[in-house]
T-cell receptor, first 115, second 112 residues
Framework: EAGVVQSPRYKIIEKKQPVAFWCNPI?????LYWYLQNLGQGPELLIR????????DSQLPKDRFSAERLKGVDSTLKIQPAELGDSAVYLC?????????????FGPGTRLLVL | QKEVEQNSGPLSVPEGAIASLNCTYS??????FFWYRQYSGKSPELIMS????GDKEDGRFTAQLNKASQYVSLLIRDSQPSDSATYLC????????????FGKGTKLTVNP
């Protein structure tokens, strides 16, 4: 069974440029998460989807970040415009059910460097 | 207080020793706790979960939960160099929408 797929794996952009990350969850997993992980820190939740509905986006900086999961499968996270402080690893995870204690499976992440 | 706190280490142990990793949590975190292992440059991988007070053993790993002290630990017996990684403690945040919250992780190095 394929795991969570993310692309690109690495991205280097200049500040003020837009950037987008893509995630395809494990087949059959209805819940999808986007996390931000800064160096030396644990992952922090940005947004959680149950099917195509964003059920928790309270930590998503909505002035520059947006996300979508139009068909309830794969998802895109966008930053526009990017700032230097956005340099981090963006992790996508998925779980089969909706409960918080469901096992989450993480993708390899996208390492973003903003210059 | 952060919701989940860990000593960031680094923790260094010799091969074959017991590695002890600790985590405390706030009143807003409860129910279930998880230990994730993250190799350098890789994504987190779940290794243990624990839901009730006491010990839970899985091979060389033992998770311990003490709800009265708000304390979670992970013991790794017979540590191997391949156990060298960052270990992330996570719990479920109860304020508003439930979500998984992580500590900053403890970096473990097992020396051959």
């Amino acid at each position: 069974e394929a795991g969570v797929v993310q692309s690109p794996r690495y991205k280097i952009i200049e500040k003020k440029q837009p950037v987008a990350f893509w995630c395809n969850p494990i087949s059959g997993h209805n819940t999808l998460y986007w996390y931000l992980q800064n160096l030396g820190q644990g992952p922090e939740l940005l947004i959680r989807y149950e099917n195509e509905e964003a059920v928790d986006d309270s930590q998503l900086p909505k002035d520059r970040f947006s996300a979508e999961r139009l068909k309830g499968v794969d998802s895109t996270l966008k930053i526009q415009p990017a700032e230097l402080g956005d340099s981090a690893v963006y992790l996508c995870a998925s779980s089969q059910g909706q409960l918080a204690q469901e096992t989450q499976y993480f993708g390899p992440g996208t390492r973003l460097l903003v210059l | 207080q952060k919701e989940v706190e860990q000593n960031s280490g680094p923790l260094s142990v010799p091969e074959g020793a017991i590695a002890s990793l600790n985590c405390t949590y706030s009143d807003r975190v409860s129910q279930s706790f998880f230990w994730y292992r993250q190799y350098s440059g890789k994504s987190p991988e779940l290794i243990m979960s624990i839901y009730s007070n006491g010990d839970k053993e899985d091979g060389r790993f033992t998770a311990q939960l003490n709800k009265a002290s708000q304390y979670v630990s992970l013991l790794i017996r017979d540590s191997q160099p391949s156990d060298s990684a960052t270990y992330l403690c996570a719990g479920i945040y109860q304020g508003g929408s439930e979500k998984l919250v992580f500590g900053k992780g403890t970096k473990l190095t097992v020396n051959p």
